[in-house]
């Protein structure tokens, strides 16, 4: 009789095959949920485009695409054609010039949206840790989304990488689960270090001074978070529940600062949905109990997210109108990025006792000439956090608590950390808004 050990190894050379192999496993008019950033299949998409000629109607649904793959082409969208749940760099153009879809989405919202058929996911590509003497490989670097997919699919194809940590938590796909393979290696995508300049630090500092020892922090992505986590060195007792996985929360952990004893759930564990950062990161999530990677409606959800008290969220905008509108994800009505979980975590932060909300963002653009306090979003803005949720606006120049506030009262804040070469257009636009 064989071993456990000896079946599951049979199961895993029986699917292992070549990138050109598997993705014959993809049908004209699938959808193809591919991993979030660094669990991309890049691989397996590269074949994809090989394979284009000979297919119609596919689609590759993907939040944070990391290559310029071959089908992200104007030319091919009769053969494959690109669904953004959030734009990366290599999607953003083919948004804006209508080549590419984009689907509206809260983070938190994308699994129940793929286990109700709203969002199709014939077939599921994801980069895996290597097979554990189990059966189980980790998606290690995005469950996010990926479980999901992989448990309603048709097909589920990996790419197995040695580069790619095992890790702990709900992101086990085991081999009965694979319909095909392919074996790789090659080094995971790493995020470059952010340019912190004394405005990145101003804000920061603000922040800062407002998490108490305890706090349960989601900090998003940019120069603004990585300078708050900068500062907050000298905390005690600091929980993890994000997101994204990064340096910056691998530099709390290092310092000493992160215990999450103090957290409701999950308590002494930190949470995250995907990891994007460096090799040491990735080094450091490898069979470390200390941190679990979940799908995103365990971590974002916002009456999950906010059971922790003190949760405190820092995500950054693009612009606030006078009523506290958040435009995080489009300059005016061209796309840009995507919600992401901004809103999810906003919301999670109202939930929890003792949390807050911060909205970060510099007081102006382009060099000083434009504010980022605006009277009124420009036409066609999408509205990322809405004036109902919205908690604290950040800027260099302080801070404007909004939640309770009358409009008028939020105007006056707001126009307070505004750049001072633009407070004074401002009081009069808002008195012809009647906000002042």
């Given at each position: 009789m064989s071993s456990p050990a000896s079946s599951v190894r049979s199961l895993y050379e029986q699917r292992r095959t070549d990138p050109d192999e598997a993705v014959k496993l993809i049908r004209d008019d699938d959808a193809v949920v591919a991993g979030i950033a660094a669990a991309e299949p890049a691989y397996l998409l590269e074949a994809l485009s090989r394979r284009g000629?000979?297919?119609?109607?596919?689609?590759?649904?993907?939040?944070?695409?990391?290559?310029?793959?071959?089908?992200?082409?104007?030319?091919?969208?009769?053969?494959?054609?690109?669904?953004?749940?959030?734009?990366?760099?290599?999607s953003r153009a083919g948004a804006q010039a209508g080549w590419i879809d984009w689907t509206p989405n809260h983070f938190s919202e994308i699994p129940s949206l793929i286990r109700r058929g709203q969002l199709r996911a014939d077939v599921a590509v994801a980069r895996v840790s290597p097979m554990d003497e189990h059966g189980f490989f980790s998606v290690s670097?995005?469950?996010?989304?990926?479980?999901a997919a992989v448990r309603v699919a048709r097909e589920v194809i990996l790419e197995v990488d040695p580069h790619v940590p095992f890790a702990h938590g709900d992101c086990h796909i085991?081999?009965?689960?694979?319909?095909?393979?392919?074996?790789?290696?090659?080094?995971?995508?790493?995020?470059?270090?952010?340019?912190?300049?004394?405005?990145?630090?101003?804000?920061?500092?603000?922040?800062?001074?407002?998490?108490p020892d305890g706090a349960t922090l989601q900090i998003g992505i940019g120069a603004i978070p990585d300078?708050?986590?900068?500062?907050?060195?000298?905390?005690?007792?600091?929980?993890?529940?994000?997101?994204?996985?990064?340096?910056?929360?691998?530099?709390?952990?290092?310092?000493?600062?992160?215990?999450?004893?103090?957290?409701?759930?999950?308590?002494?564990?930190?949470?995250?949905?995907?990891?994007?950062?460096?090799?040491?990161l990735y080094e450091f999530m490898h069979q470390n109990p200390a941190l679990e990677m979940h799908p995103v409606d365990v971590t974002n959800t916002p009456h999950l997210a906010g059971r922790n008290d003190h949760l405190h969220s820092i995500n950054s905008t693009l612009a606030v109108d006078l009523i506290g509108q958040c435009g995080s994800e489009s300059i005016g009505s061209a796309p840009y990025s995507g919600s992401g979980g901004q809103a999810d975590f906003v919301r999670a932060a109202n939930i929890s006792e003792g949390g807050k909300s911060f909205i970060v963002v510099p007081s102006t653009a382009?060099?000083?000439?434009?504010?980022?306090?605006?009277?009124?979003?420009?036409?066609?803005?999408?509205?990322?956090?809405?004036?109902?949720?919205?908690?604290?606006?950040?800027?260099?120049?302080?801070?404007?608590?909004?939640r309770g506030k009358a409009a008028r009262q939020r105007a006056g804040a707001l126009i307070e950390i505004a750049h001072p070469d633009f407070r004074d257009e401002l009081r009069e636009r808002a008195r012809d808004l009647h906000l002042l």
């Amino acid at each position: 009789m064989s071993s456990p050990a000896s079946s599951v190894r049979s199961l895993y050379e029986q699917r292992r095959t070549d990138p050109d192999e598997a993705v014959k496993l993809i049908r004209d008019d699938d959808a193809v949920v591919a991993g979030i950033a660094a669990a991309e299949p890049a691989y397996l998409l590269e074949a994809l485009s090989r394979r284009g000629p000979d297919l119609r109607g596919v689609s590759v649904v993907q939040l944070l695409p990391t290559s310029a793959q071959a089908y992200l082409d104007p030319a091919t969208t009769e053969q494959i054609r690109h669904n953004s749940l959030f734009l990366g760099g290599p999607s953003r153009a083919g948004a804006q010039a209508g080549w590419i879809d984009w689907t509206p989405n809260h983070f938190s919202e994308i699994p129940s949206l793929i286990r109700r058929g709203q969002l199709r996911a014939d077939v599921a590509v994801a980069r895996v840790s290597p097979m554990d003497e189990h059966g189980f490989f980790s998606v290690s670097l995005g469950p996010a989304y990926t479980m999901a997919a992989v448990r309603v699919a048709r097909e589920v194809i990996l790419e197995v990488d040695p580069h790619v940590p095992f890790a702990h938590g709900d992101c086990h796909i085991h081999v009965e689960q694979v319909s095909a393979l392919i074996e790789t290696d090659v080094p995971n995508v790493e995020l470059g270090t952010t340019k912190v300049g004394p405005v990145e630090r101003a804000i920061a500092g603000h922040v800062a001074e407002l998490i108490p020892d305890g706090a349960t922090l989601q900090i998003g992505i940019g120069a603004i978070p990585d300078a708050v986590v900068a500062q907050l060195a000298s905390k005690n007792d600091l929980g993890i529940h994000t997101e994204m996985f990064g340096d910056g929360i691998l530099s709390l952990v290092e310092a000493g600062v992160v215990t999450n004893v103090r957290k409701n759930e999950h308590r002494g564990k930190m949470l995250a949905a995907f990891a994007l950062g460096s090799a040491r990161l990735y080094e450091f999530m490898h069979q470390n109990p200390a941190l679990e990677m979940h799908p995103v409606d365990v971590t974002n959800t916002p009456h999950l997210a906010g059971r922790n008290d003190h949760l405190h969220s820092i995500n950054s905008t693009l612009a606030v109108d006078l009523i506290g509108q958040c435009g995080s994800e489009s300059i005016g009505s061209a796309p840009y990025s995507g919600s992401g979980g901004q809103a999810d975590f906003v919301r999670a932060a109202n939930i929890s006792e003792g949390g807050k909300s911060f909205i970060v963002v510099p007081s102006t653009a382009k060099n000083g000439t434009v504010s980022r306090i605006v009277p009124t979003l420009a036409a066609g803005t999408h509205v990322t956090t809405s004036k109902n949720d919205v908690g604290y606006v950040v800027t260099e120049y302080g801070v404007a608590s909004l939640r309770g506030k009358a409009a008028r009262q939020r105007a006056g804040a707001l126009i307070e950390i505004a750049h001072p070469d633009f407070r004074d257009e401002l009081r009069e636009r808002a008195r012809d808004l009647h906000l002042l």
